[in-house]
């Protein structure tokens, strides 16, 4: 089975690229989320995250890999998000994202070739350029879907990183104990 269908052809390329990815690296607004910037009356910020797209993080951990958060703007709510799902490494307010692309990269040891970065706005098309595998929702400005490698069939905060990690997962072989981990713990499971 092809786990590259829809727009994204499997070639010899996208496979050795996606083969190689370790650390995932994800924008928020527009990515992890819908792109809304909610507001209450006080002035408190809030944001809808996809429970699909949590799960994946969650397995996608589970299996050694390693996932970054780097974002522009900060959000009290996206600290939330990653403490529930074991995120450890989360860069906010920072807008300029090569630099704390780099600062990920030294906190984990990873490289470039061994990352994945998601983003969908042009803040973000200089890291397109850097990582081992562009990413970015099926919304994504047309610049940055110029220039992804991959190119989600889902909307941002709609299942778009779910969508790649599955993706990334079966590729790599280790979907399966993603899945047969639901088994085993059915009753201590959340995202």
């Known amino acids: 089975m092809n786990p590259w269908n829809h ?25 992890l989320t819908d792109g809304v910037i909610g507001m209450d009356d006080d002035g408190r910020e809030f944001k809808h995250f996809h429970v699909r797209d949590g799960s994946a993080l969650a397995g996608w951990i589970r ?40 600062q990920i990269l030294e906190q984990t040891g990873m490289n470039l070739d061994q990352t994945c ?18 990413a ?3 919304d994504a400005v047309e610049e940055i879907r110029t220039k992804a490698h991959f190119i989600s069939q889902n909307r941002g905060g709609q299942g778009a990183v779910h969508d790649l990690l599955s993706r990334l997962m079966k590729t790599q072989g280790i979907w399966q104990d993603h899945v047969q981990w639901y088994f085993e713990h059915a009753s201590s499971s959340g995202a």
């Open 117 to 134: 970065f998601m983003g969908d706005d042009l803040p973000d098309l200089p890291l397109f350029e850097m990582v081992g595998l562009a």
């Open 136 to 138: 970015c929702p099926a």
């Open 7 to 31: 727009q994204n052809e499997l070639t010899d390329e996208l496979l050795a690229k996606a083969s190689k990815i370790r650390l995932i690296v994800l924008d928020v607004d527009g990515v």
């Open 63 to 102: 299996t050694g890999r390693q996932v970054a958060i780097l974002s522009g703007r900060f959000a009290q709510c996206v600290e939330h998000r990653a403490r529930d799902l074991k995120i450890p490494i989360v860069i906010q307010g920072n807008p300029q994202k090569i630099n704390g692309l780099l």
